[in-house]
């Protein structure tokens, strides 16, 4: 089919299929916008409740842009990925400061905002302001490369240029954010990356790759690298008034702008207590006594894996210093629950809220 009829027949069939989101056809370029930074890395299913959670939150982008960072952290804690709350509340000051509360129409200012690179960028000038600019994600990716039939690793830059260079030309000049809204659906909804329904597609009559049965071939993605797996001791450090010791790691580093426990990665032939004896004195510049394991929890990250050994601890000596963290603090344990967690620590959290709610046994 001809550009036009490719155009035409994948915009019937949003237009009939398209599922309902909070942010879809909502009109306003700043939802559009948050929801964006949302979807960079989470699915629709998952970043839904916290997309309707952030608004409740912070309705518009004032009602961000002056908030406190760690209220922003809290509302986003659980998404994960929280540079990306940094960004998004960072930038949100600069549209306020500089584009009087109105999210940048154009390519240039869009992306001076932290966090907006070139696919985010043009998913929301297409959709909120109806700009003729392409979107490229992984959805996009495996729909034009079974409908073209590019058979090239789609890891490599060249493949994904070629990619972008298909989508520049394919998109609708008069539905350009319904375009691009209605090939990403596609992508998550029938052309899936296993078993894809192609009886549904709209554009399976030219699909090369389902007239050639290679759908299960393309697009072709070469092996990622393993993941490393580390092993990380942590300790939870209780004073005579029964608070526990956190930290904040600093805004530059993964996680930054979250509170922790103190710990680190064990190093080659060190016992895990030993571990979380020496990160402590690193990282703090205490001893401690190790009285008891209190939890043992696996967590995968984009590019590596954990398993957490966290240790109910006693301070031994030294006065704690925030020396490779922003900030720490004594806070007694049912405050946990009002500070940013990561997803990993949260567990430990609430084990520890959980007993001490229970009035089990906490003493160490």
């Not at 004896?277 to 967590?299: A, Y």
């Not at 806070?331 to 959290?349: G, W």
């Amino acid at each position: 089919m001809d550009k036009s009829d490719f155009q035409q027949a994948l915009l019937h069939w949003y237009d009939q299929h398209k599922r309902e989101m909070p942010w879809r056809d909502c009109g306003d370029p700043y939802k559009i916008w948050v929801s964006e930074i949302m979807l960079q890395q989470t699915r629709v299913d998952q970043a839904t409740p916290y997309f309707n959670r952030f608004m409740e939150h912070f309705p518009t982008v004032h009602d961000l842009a002056s908030a406190d960072q760690q209220e922003v952290l809290k509302v986003w804690e659980g998404l994960g990925y929280y540079s990306r709350a940094r960004h998004l509340h960072a930038a949100s000051k600069l549209v306020v400061d500089e584009f009087d509360g109105q999210v940048p129409d154009n390519w240039d200012n869009i992306n001076k905002l932290k966090g907006v690179g070139p696919y985010t960028a043009s998913a929301v000038l297409s959709i909120a302001y109806q700009k003729k600019h392409a979107v490229v994600d992984g959805n996009v990716i495996r729909v034009l490369s079974r409908y073209l039939g590019i058979e090239d690793d789609v890891r490599s830059s060249s493949t994904k240029n070629a990619i972008q260079d298909a989508a520049d030309e394919l998109i609708s000049e008069e539905r350009p954010g319904d375009f691009n809204q209605a090939v990403m659906e596609l992508g998550a909804t029938v052309c899936t990356p296993s078993n894809p329904d192609c009886e549904e597609c709209p554009i399976q009559a030219d699909c090369v790759a389902f007239k050639t049965a290679k759908t299960n071939e393309i697009p072709y993605k070469s092996s990622a690298k393993k993941r490393p797996h580390h092993q990380i001791g942590v300790g939870i450090v209780m004073n005579k008034n029964e608070e526990v010791l956190i930290a904040l790691r600093p805004d530059d580093a993964m996680l930054g702008g979250m509170w922790e426990f103190p710990g680190g990665k064990q190093e080659d032939d060190e016992e895990i207590e030993e571990t979380v004896k020496r990160e402590l004195n690193e990282e703090l510049d205490i001893d401690v006594s190790i009285t008891k394991p209190f939890m043992k929890l696996d967590h995968a990250y984009s590019h590596f894996k954990i398993t957490m050994h966290a240790y109910l601890c006693t301070l031994e000596n030294g006065n704690p210093k925030p020396k490779s963290s922003q900030e720490i603090r004594w806070i007694a344990i049912d405050e946990l629950e009002d500070y940013p967690f990561p997803k990993a620590n949260r567990k430990l959290t609430e084990k520890l809220m959980n007993l001490d709610k229970g009035q089990q046994e906490l003493e160490i």
